[in-house]
């Protein structure tokens, strides 16, 4: 009698455990925003992660994926600081999403102050990885990168490099290439991509290292000039210009495109968000954004997203630390 009122005691255990397991279940595949949902942009205007961002918006909206907007907002100060500290404050929304970059890594490395550990934040989606070609003005006669190490060399501090904010991307590829061929070039910071490819076709720099996106309307136009890649093999959308690889100097770099939840986000909001992510991902308007943009990467989320972040940072430290900026 004891042994049976035991299992039965047991069997109830269980399927009150099962329908507990299946209730949260539910609440999450039920889960969908209340309201309006900020979307964060760690960068200014014009560039990948602005234009990357409010293409997400309309993969969404077009295939409604989501019961509520997501709305776009740029906080770009302080080198993607104002983003990562807004984030931050937002602990426990479920409504406030972000695009994300490598300043993700750098910023809070170098702004030990903010006291912002990214392994806090949700992972929710990694969309992509961006690359990095080195441009020039089509007027200046530079056809190779051995014209632009003599052209860069007679000139000094008096070249200038255009990038987006301080020692974030786009300055350690410079400091890179100061250190690779002996160059003194003067890194000039501005607050997104899109004006740092707008500098170079103005003529008011010398160079950038803009991803492809964010130059490619003035490439097609003839205005710049790309020559050479930072990935290991010529990319799809330019291959006429060589990797940097192939000229002897063997360095690859690419650009994380994340999405990122607020620290504390509710685990029925963060599958929500990765579920939305996914299907953007694999929709045709994306897939076709990555081909003509040359962009690479699978689709990382959750552990394995998480996992990838906490490699960058140890990875962007050490660089830090390389160019002595830690």
Do not use: C
């Not at 970059?101 to 102050?113: E, I, K, W």
């Not at 969309?127 to 089509?138: K, P, Q, R, S």
């Not at 160079?207 to 799809?236: I, K, M």
């Amino acid at each position: 009698m004891k042994i049976a009122k035991a299992a039965g005691a047991a069997a109830l255990a269980v399927a009150l455990l099962t329908s507990a397991s299946l209730s949260s279940l539910a609440q999450a595949a039920d889960w969908k925003p209340r309201k309006p949902v900020e979307f964060v942009i760690m960068a200014g205007p014009g560039g990948g992660a602005d234009k990357m961002a409010r293409l997400m918006q309309t993969i969404v909206e077009k295939h409604d994926l989501s019961s509520r907007p997501l709305i776009p907002v740029n906080k770009p100060g302080g080198s993607g600081a104002e983003a990562l500290v807004y984030l931050k404050q937002k602990t426990g929304d479920d409504h406030v999403i972000m695009v994300t970059l490598n300043s993700f890594y750098t910023t809070p490395l170098r702004q030990a102050a903010l006291d912002v550990d990214i392994s806090t934040y949700t992972p929710v989606a990694r969309m992509a990885e961006d690359t990095f070609l080195l441009w020039v003005h089509n007027d200046s006669g530079i056809t190779t990168v051995d014209e632009f190490v003599t052209a860069a060399k007679q000139q000094g501090k008096e070249w200038k490099m255009a990038g987006t904010g301080r020692a974030q991307e786009d300055e350690l590829l410079t400091r890179f290439l100061n250190k690779t061929y002996s160059l003194d070039i003067n890194y000039v910071p501005f607050k997104g991509g899109g004006a740092v490819a707008k500098q170079l076709a103005g003529k008011h720099v010398n160079s950038t290292v803009n991803n492809p996106s964010e130059a490619l309307g003035f490439y097609e136009a003839g205005t710049v000039r790309a020559l050479a890649s930072f990935t290991p093999e010529r990319l799809p959308l330019f291959p006429d210009t060589p990797t940097f690889k192939e000229l002897g100097v063997d360095h690859s770099y690419f650009m994380q495109r994340s999405v990122v939840g607020a620290p504390g986000m509710s685990p029925e909001a963060a599958a929500f968000y990765q579920g939305v992510f996914r299907k953007v991902y694999e929709s045709p308007e994306w897939q076709d954004y990555m081909k003509k943009k040359s962009l690479r990467g699978d689709f990382l989320t959750g552990d394995a997203l998480m996992e990838y972040w906490i490699n960058g940072r140890a990875l962007h430290q050490q660089m830090l630390k390389d160019i002595g900026d830690l």
